[in-house]
């Protein structure tokens, strides 16, 4: 049925209060004090609840106070709120209104784009910390109704591109100018990892913008520190200039909230955090960061599965995800989390998806706080806005009742004092009504879905009639129906009025015939039938738990760790006691013995009889688990793979089934120079931090060949383009390095009385990694193929001072593993890969055991998320060439990358007081035919065989289940 709803947004009242008094008037200026009673009402006030019966004295666009006595004054113009529930109004603080759009990114393709623009800014153009939104504010119409019609009645306005975005203006959504409506001209700074519409190549990656913003903090703070500055950067001055306002931070999961803090809590910061709607996943884990955060109403669509060939394609987390996330809020209010909600990315759903969240647990209090108190308190004009005190901003919501019940609505909006009608509470009219139209008798009923008037025909039973229709505008003063009652006689076209009751008036039938009309109100619609969808019912119980890690293969607990003894298995130590059959005991994630009929106490015990026990698996080089694997800047180590740890890859799971139990994430091999490593074990389901190895050793990617000199991009303008220039790179990386270096001992060598005068040298993270190479604290991993850049590399560093750790690939290692050998760099390497690439063309399957018989730590790895899950049965393969034994080949997958990662006093090996990292096998761990039973990590079975076919059936259960529960919410 078509509708119309007439004169809903007209403003009844235009209030000249604060206005620009520099203005010249056209006409008769106003200056009247503007002096309003809202009387009668129920208002709300935070911190003490609902007020009956109140009067809200307005003067001047501000609130002077809010009355219980119900008297009124003389001088102030009574506006009768009987039956109204008056709230502060609603503040947003993620909006562009009255900002131009941000430009959209230009797709990326062909030669890099390096410089940034010729501006006086930053030398990267993502950094746009000198855009001030106030200087580029415009209100806007349009925007301004939709606002008001949620109840907003002031915004946080921000132009969002960059990953420096400049200072927003706080302003209010009425119909003032820009010098009226701005209440702060610069009220907050704001950032993301976002690059937004920068044509500058760099960054490309979210933890190239990581390393973006962490590189422009100590800009800033070098930059501030010299009072004549060395160059003109208004982008660095406005970063300064800013850092004493509210600083917002826009990221996009619960991962990136998680990152945000970390860079936060190294320069000092105090983010306040737009989430994602995901952020219950980790609610914890977010509370343990003590940030504030705003929360979008953005609840996910429920996914395509009318088709279950389609549905195959939906993840069982998508599944979960659109159950579970309209009771984000909620789960976030019981985590302690201190949380605004915004309007950004929920559009005409907020106010459903909000009241949806109040629906599914959230605190009516805090969800309105949300909204009022709580953004106000963080940009700090709680003296202004977020409630109703005098003094105030006379911005407030007038709804037909409570907020949140089912049936209220917002009615008005007033921005600063200035009244703005959204609706005009004609759904007391709702019910069954009676129509005499000439001769004619019809039997309606009026309903208002989603607020809206809707007119039906029915028959004495109250069903709709067939092939009837009404079409109806209306609004507070007029009415016009269109009815069709499925007869040919045509329609009935009725005009008319409100009247008590009902509406009465004129009209004309079908026929031209002029007849008089009345619908009057006969009685109320039935109770319809409220059955919801489980999510949308209000229950202490979640439909479902929230899973540690929220994807398949998550549990709603986490396993513990185990004191347990595995007796009379296979036991593949790696060590000089050799392979076995005995005991093992384990004590507080630690081996606490091997031997023959140990005493365990009270402990689990494991029968291994014909298993096979062997250490953890070890993969030197994997790229799983990542958001992101390439920076491409020639020289990029400033940026670090711990920042973008993915803890729920489905990878880390597999991998576990396979026997991995750690792994060094590298960067990819796009540059010469990547970033810098991250080496975790597999803790499935834990956060990203909590997957890293304590005190490991620091690591960095280098790369040589086809890739670092883009050989593949024929466009490509990137320096270098030869491996000779790829060996320049190096030199003069750690050149500067050593000079960098040496202007630090030039200025830490003054005297306190000299640094007065000097200036302290510019920290550098891309410096500062190179620095650590050379001064033997961070270790490299070297992307290898060809000798003659292998060799290169080692007289290279040779000539610095410091040795390659690892070349990894080193498919031409057999050719020069003497030398290797001799430079102390360890070899870790594929298994039979080869002629994938031009430059692997002299690849052969004995690279392993003839680099091994040289002497060289040999190990294999993966660089795939598929190979990753069998690499014993590509140690299993060394066996075969190169008649390596079979401990050793076990060692090229366990103990040996375990001493390339320089991590072998603690991981590797079955030995007392090494980690409790095993695996228990069901057949001889290098046979194609072994399954690991069951992965320990620390003594924790993150992986049991059992255990993993319940997980199967459970999640073919909760799919099941859920794609039901969406056919039904949409039959």
Same mark, same amino acid.
């Given at each position: 049925?078509?509708?119309?709803?007439?004169?809903?947004?007209t403003m009844l009242m235009v209030s000249p209060v604060l206005a620009q008094e520099t203005a010249t008037p056209n006409g008769i200026a106003?200056?009247?004090?503007?002096?309003?009673?809202?009387?009668?009402?129920?208002?709300?006030?935070?911190?003490?609840?609902?007020?009956?019966?109140?009067?809200?004295?307005?003067?001047?666009?501000?609130?002077?106070?809010?009355?219980?006595?119900?008297?009124?004054?003389?001088?102030?113009?009574?506006?009768?709120?009987?039956?109204?529930? %008056?709230?502060?109004?609603?503040?947003?603080?993620?909006?562009?209104?009255?900002?131009?759009?941000?430009?959209?990114?230009?797709?990326?393709?062909?030669?890099?784009?390096?410089?940034?623009?010729?501006?006086?800014?930053?030398?990267?153009?993502?950094?746009?910390?000198?855009?001030?939104?106030?200087?580029?504010?415009? $209100?806007?119409?349009?925007?301004?109704?939709?606002?008001?019609?949620?109840?907003?009645?002031?915004?946080?306005?921000?132009?969002?591109?960059?990953?420096?975005?400049?200072?927003?203006?706080?302003?209010?959504?009425?119909?003032?100018?820009?010098?009226?409506?701005?209440?702060?001209?610069?009220?907050?700074?704001?950032?993301?990892?976002?690059?937004? *519409?920068?044509?500058?190549?760099?960054?490309? /990656?979210?933890?190239? &913008?990581?390393? %973006?913003?962490?590189?422009?903090?100590?800009?800033?703070?070098?930059?501030?520190?010299?009072?004549?500055?060395?160059?003109?950067?208004?982008?660095?001055?406005?970063?300064?200039?800013?850092?004493?306002?509210?600083?917002?931070?826009?990221?996009?999961?619960?991962?990136?909230?998680?990152?945000?803090?970390?860079?936060?809590?190294?320069?000092?910061?105090?983010?306040?955090?737009?989430?994602?709607?995901?952020?219950?996943?980790?609610?914890?884990?977010?509370?343990?960061?003590?940030?504030?955060?705003?929360?979008?109403?953005?609840?996910?669509?429920?996914?395509?599965?009318?088709?279950?060939?389609?549905?195959?394609?939906? /993840?069982?987390?998508?599944?979960?995800?659109?159950?579970?996330?309209?009771?984000?809020?909620?789960?976030?209010?019981?985590?302690?989390?201190?949380?605004?909600?915004?309007?950004?990315?929920?559009?005409?759903?907020?106010?459903?998806?909000?009241?949806?969240?109040?629906?599914?647990?959230?605190?009516?209090?805090?969800?309105?706080?949300?909204?009022?108190?709580?953004?106000?308190?963080?940009?700090?004009?709680?003296?202004?806005?977020?409630?109703?005190?005098?003094?105030?901003?006379?911005?407030?919501?007038?709804?037909?009742?409570?907020?949140?019940?089912?049936?209220?609505?917002?009615?008005?909006?007033?921005?600063?004092?200035?009244?703005?009608?959204?609706?005009?509470?004609?759904?007391?009219?709702?019910?069954?009504?009676?129509?005499?139209?000439?001769?004619?008798?019809?039997?309606?009923?009026?309903?208002?879905?989603?607020?809206?008037?809707?007119?039906?025909?029915?028959?004495? &039973?109250?069903?709709?009639?067939?092939?009837?229709?009404?079409?109806?505008?209306? &609004?507070?003063?007029?009415?016009?129906?269109?009815?069709?009652?499925?007869?040919?006689?045509?329609?009935?076209?009725? /005009?008319?009025?409100?009247?008590?009751?009902?509406?009465?008036?004129?009209?004309?039938?079908?026929?031209?015939?002029?007849?008089?009309?009345? %619908?009057?109100?006969?009685?109320?619609?039935?109770?319809?039938?409220?059955?919801?969808?489980?999510?949308?019912?209000?229950?202490?119980?979640?439909?479902?738990?929230?899973?540690?890690?929220? *994807?398949?293969?998550?549990?709603?607990?986490?396993?513990?760790?185990?004191d347990m003894i595995i007796r009379n298995a296979t036991v593949w130590t790696v060590e000089d006691m050799g392979t076995l059959v005995t005991?093992?005991?384990?004590?507080?994630?630690?081996?606490?013995? =091997?031997?023959?009929?140990? *005493?365990?106490?009270?402990?689990?015990?494991?029968?291994?009889?014909?298993?096979?026990?062997?250490?953890?698996?070890?993969?030197?080089?994997?790229?799983?688990?990542?958001?992101?694997?390439?920076?491409?800047?020639?020289?990029?180590?400033?940026?670090?793979?711990?920042?973008?740890?993915?803890?729920?890859?489905?990878?880390?799971?597999?991998?576990?089934?396979?026997?991995?139990?750690?792994?060094?994430?590298?960067?990819?091999?796009?540059? $010469?120079?990547?970033?810098?490593?991250?080496?975790?074990?597999?803790?499935?389901?834990?956060?990203?931090?909590?997957?890293?190895?304590?005190?490991?050793?620091?690591?960095?990617?280098?790369?040589?060949?086809?890739?670092?000199?883009?050989?593949?991009?024929?466009?490509?303008?990137?320096?270098?383009?030869?491996?000779?220039?790829?060996?320049?790179?190096?030199?003069?990386?750690?050149?500067?390095?050593?000079?960098?270096?040496?202007?630090?001992?030039?200025?830490?060598?003054? /005297?306190?009385?000299?640094?007065?005068?000097?200036?302290?040298?510019?920290?550098?993270?891309?410096?500062?990694?190179?620095?650590?190479?050379?001064?033997?604290?961070?270790?490299?991993?070297?992307?290898?193929?060809?000798?003659?850049?292998?060799?290169?590399?080692?007289?290279?560093?040779?000539s610095f001072g410091f040795n390659i750790n690892t070349f990894t690939h080193i498919l031409e290692g057999y050719k020069v593993a003497d030398?290797?050998?001799?430079?102390?760099?360890?070899? *870790?390497?594929?298994?039979?890969?080869?002629?994938?690439?031009?430059?692997?063309?002299?690849?052969?399957?004995?690279?392993?055991?003839?680099?091994?018989?040289?002497?060289? =730590?040999?190990?294999?790895?993966?660089?795939?998320?598929?190979?990753?899950?069998?690499?014993?049965?590509?140690?299993?393969?060394?066996?075969?060439?190169?008649?390596?034994?079979?401990?050793?080949?076990?060692?090229?997958?366990?103990?040996?990358?375990?001493?390339?990662?320089?991590?072998?006093?603690?991981?590797?090996?079955?030995?007392?007081?090494?980690?409790?990292?095993?695996?228990?096998?069901?057949?001889?761990?290098?046979?194609?035919?072994?399954?690991?039973?069951?992965?320990?990590?620390?003594?924790?079975?993150?992986?049991?065989?059992?255990?993993?076919?319940?997980?199967?059936?459970?999640?073919?259960?909760?799919?099941?289940?859920?794609?039901?529960?969406?056919?039904?919410?949409?039959?």
């Open positions: 049925m078509r509708f119309f709803i007439i004169g809903l947004a106003d200056n009247r004090r503007n002096a309003l009673a809202l009387t009668g009402a129920t208002v709300y006030l935070p911190g003490q609840g609902y007020q009956e019966n109140a009067t809200v004295f307005i003067r001047d666009g501000r609130v002077v106070e809010v009355s219980d006595s119900g008297d009124t004054r003389d001088d102030f113009f009574v506006v009768d709120m009987s039956g109204k529930y %008056l709230y502060p109004g609603f503040i947003d603080m993620i909006s562009g209104y009255g900002l131009p759009e941000p430009a959209r990114p230009e797709q990326r393709g062909g030669a890099e784009v390096l410089q940034s623009s010729a501006q006086a800014f930053n030398a990267n153009d993502a950094i746009r910390s000198h855009y001030r939104a106030v200087e580029n504010f415009t $209100p806007d119409t349009d925007r301004g109704d939709a606002l008001r019609k949620l109840g907003f009645g002031a915004v946080l306005s921000h132009h969002a591109d960059g990953i420096a975005r400049g200072t927003s203006a706080l302003v209010t959504v009425g119909n003032h100018n820009a010098n009226e409506a701005i209440v702060i001209p610069d009220a907050a700074a704001h950032y993301s990892f976002d690059k937004g *519409s920068s044509r500058q190549t760099v960054p490309v /990656s979210l933890m190239g &913008s990581v390393a %973006l913003l962490r590189q422009t903090y100590l800009d800033a703070q070098w930059f501030a520190a010299q009072e004549q500055r060395p160059f003109v950067d208004e982008s660095l001055e406005a970063w300064i200039r800013s850092q004493s306002l509210p600083q917002v931070m826009v990221v996009d999961n619960w991962h990136q909230v998680l990152t945000a803090h970390d860079v936060a809590q190294e320069f000092g910061a105090d983010y306040i955090i737009r989430a994602g709607n995901d952020a219950y996943q980790q609610a914890e884990a977010l509370a343990a960061t003590g940030a504030r955060m705003i929360v979008p109403l953005d609840y996910p669509d429920a996914p395509d599965v009318a088709d279950p060939f389609v549905a195959d394609e939906v /993840s069982f987390a998508e599944l979960k995800h659109w159950e579970l996330a309209p009771f984000n809020l909620r789960l976030l209010a019981e985590a302690g989390i201190e949380f605004a909600v915004t309007s950004d990315g929920a559009g005409d759903e907020f106010w459903s998806n909000l009241k949806q969240a109040v629906a599914n647990g959230l605190p009516e209090e805090t969800a309105i706080a949300s909204l009022t108190t709580v953004p106000a308190q963080m940009l700090g004009v709680e003296d202004r806005l977020g409630h109703l005190n005098s003094g105030a901003l006379a911005n407030l919501v007038v709804s037909s009742g409570p907020l949140f019940d089912e049936t209220s609505r917002v009615l008005e909006n007033w921005v600063r004092g200035e009244r703005f009608v959204l609706a005009t509470g004609m759904d007391q009219r709702r019910g069954q009504y009676a129509l005499s139209a000439g001769n004619q008798q019809l039997t309606m009923t009026l309903d208002f879905p989603n607020g809206r008037p809707e007119f039906t025909l029915v028959d004495a &039973s109250g069903d709709e009639i067939d092939d009837s229709s009404v079409d109806a505008s209306v &609004s507070a003063e007029l009415i016009s129906l269109t009815i069709t009652d499925g007869a040919d006689a045509g329609p009935l076209r009725l /005009s008319g009025w409100p009247v008590d009751n009902g509406w009465q008036g004129s009209g004309q039938t079908a026929a031209g015939e002029m007849i008089d009309w009345r %619908l009057r109100m006969t009685g109320p619609l039935p109770d319809a039938d409220t059955a919801t969808p489980e999510q949308l019912t209000a229950s202490g119980e979640l439909p479902s738990p929230v899973l540690y890690p929220f *994807s398949a293969y998550g549990s709603e607990s986490l396993p513990g760790q185990q005991d093992v005991l384990v004590r507080d994630g630690r081996i606490a013995g =091997v031997g023959d009929n140990l *005493s365990a106490g009270d402990v689990v015990e494991i029968d291994g009889t014909g298993k096979h026990l062997t250490p953890g698996i070890i993969d030197e080089h994997t790229h799983i688990a990542l958001f992101s694997i390439n920076e491409i800047a020639t020289n990029s180590s400033m940026v670090r793979m711990k920042d973008v740890v993915d803890s729920e890859d489905v990878n880390i799971y597999r991998n576990l089934a396979g026997g991995v139990v750690a792994a060094q994430q590298l960067h990819g091999s796009a540059n $010469p120079i990547g970033g810098q490593s991250s080496i975790i074990k597999f803790r499935w389901g834990m956060t990203p931090d909590n997957l890293a190895i304590d005190d490991a050793p620091a690591f960095i990617k280098f790369a040589l060949g086809e890739n670092v000199k883009r050989s593949t991009n024929p466009a490509s303008i990137r320096y270098p383009q030869t491996r000779m220039g790829v060996e320049q790179v190096y030199v003069n990386a750690f050149s500067q390095a050593r000079e960098y270096e040496q202007r630090w001992n030039t200025y830490n060598n003054l /005297s306190t009385t000299q640094r007065r005068n000097a200036v302290m040298p510019r920290r550098d993270l891309v410096h500062e990694t190179m620095l650590e190479i050379l001064e033997g604290e961070r270790y490299v991993t070297n992307h290898s193929y060809v000798q003659s850049e292998i060799n290169m590399m080692m007289e290279m560093a040779e030398k290797m050998a001799s430079h102390g760099a360890g070899g *870790s390497t594929f298994s039979d890969w080869w002629a994938f690439k031009w430059e692997v063309r002299y690849a052969i399957p004995y690279n392993a055991a003839l680099m091994q018989q040289a002497g060289v =730590v040999v190990a294999l790895n993966s660089d795939d998320a598929e190979m990753s899950r069998r690499l014993n049965q590509e140690a299993g393969k060394m066996v075969k060439y190169g008649n390596v034994s079979e401990s050793d080949a076990l060692k090229m997958i366990t103990l040996n990358p375990a001493k390339l990662l320089h991590l072998d006093d603690r991981m590797g090996s079955i030995r007392e007081g090494k980690d409790a990292d095993l695996v228990l096998w069901d057949d001889h761990p290098l046979s194609v035919y072994a399954q690991a039973q069951t992965t320990w990590v620390d003594g924790v079975p993150y992986f049991d065989r059992e255990r993993d076919q319940q997980l199967r059936q459970n999640i073919a259960d909760e799919r099941a289940r859920i794609i039901a529960a969406i056919i039904s919410e949409e039959d």
